[in-house]
């Protein structure tokens, strides 16, 4: 197999993604004077492409794959091979939107009243196409960056990225639309999609990168049960599957083991106590593959 050029998203998503891809067993170190990360395989060379960019150079075929926003995607409007979401960001699993913000004092209460008035953001092509779904008529400009500051003197709106909402609310904007969410997406080029050596080299990538995100919300369960308490134990675990019981050396006694959302953790952990589990022991999880 030739070696699979793989984009690394620069910015915002980078050491996320660097993250988890340690996680999933390949480490990758970058230099601050290189755009080309080292990666321990052999097979894959890195690039460090923006997010914004990287969804065209895998069209073009430059990169036969990469990580990027399904905004940027759009954005581009890039024919490539949606691989696989991959639901993480820079601070959270929360979705990233491009919302449309106005002065906090601004009269512009829907987007109706952008008729006529002037948008500025990085999505030029985003935002026209969601002023054409609602039928208003305004100037869309290329912002070069620092958007948030823009209203209202340099535009009436701006449509911007955020994940918390903080940093809309620190500059005295309140979000008035929606103009989209978007997610982290593993693509590939149409070309190197055909190639079957890399077809599954990618699709490697891509089950072991999603089984650290599905391990990230989820923790491992043990626990001592009396054989009489079993099925009460299992009938109240929100297990992915039927949880794994082992026999002790006590006959009457097994260990139970599961995986459960870790959100559920501490309601249910006195629960088990209640119905006779002992021993209870949380651990945390590396993948967890689907």
Not at 41 to 67: F, K, N, P, S, T
Not at 133 to 147: I, L, P, Q
Request: aromatic share 6%.
């Amino acid at each position: 197999m030739s070696i699979l050029q793989l984009g690394i998203p620069k910015g915002s998503l980078q050491d996320s993604t660097i993250d988890i891809f340690a996680k999933a067993g390949y480490k990758i170190t970058v230099s601050s004077r290189s755009y080309y990360p080292v990666i321990n395989d052999d097979d894959i060379e890195c690039m460090l492409i923006r997010a914004q960019e990287m969804a065209r150079y895998v069209d073009e075929g430059i990169l036969d794959a990469g990580l990027t926003g399904m905004d940027w995607i759009r954005e581009t409007d890039a024919n490539v091979v949606e691989v696989e979401e991959l639901v993480y960001g820079k601070v959270g699993k929360n979705p990233l939107r491009w919302v449309l913000a106005v002065p906090e004092n601004s009269e512009i209460q829907s987007i109706k009243d952008l008729e006529g008035k002037r948008i500025a953001t990085e999505v030029v092509n985003l935002t026209n196409k969601f002023l054409a779904e609602h039928k208003v008529n305004a100037t869309v400009e290329f912002s070069w960056g620092a958007t948030e500051v823009k209203p209202p003197k340099l535009a009436d709106a701006i449509v911007e990225i955020t994940e918390t909402g903080s940093s809309i609310k620190a500059n005295h904007l309140r979000i008035i639309d929606v103009v989209c969410t978007s997610n982290t997406w593993l693509i590939a080029n149409n070309e190197t999609w055909k190639d079957a050596a890399k077809r599954t080299k990618i699709e490697k990538l891509a089950l072991l990168l999603k089984s650290v995100l599905s391990a990230e919300s989820r923790v491992g369960l043990m626990m001592n049960v009396k054989r009489d308490n079993i099925q009460g134990i299992i009938e109240m675990l929100p297990a992915l599957n039927r949880p794994t019981v082992s026999p002790l050396i006590d006959s009457d006694w097994v260990a139970l083991n599961t995986v459960v959302e870790e959100k559920v953790v501490r309601n249910i952990i006195p629960q088990l106590l209640e119905r006779g589990a002992e021993g209870i022991i949380e651990y945390a999880l590396n993948k967890v593959v689907m």
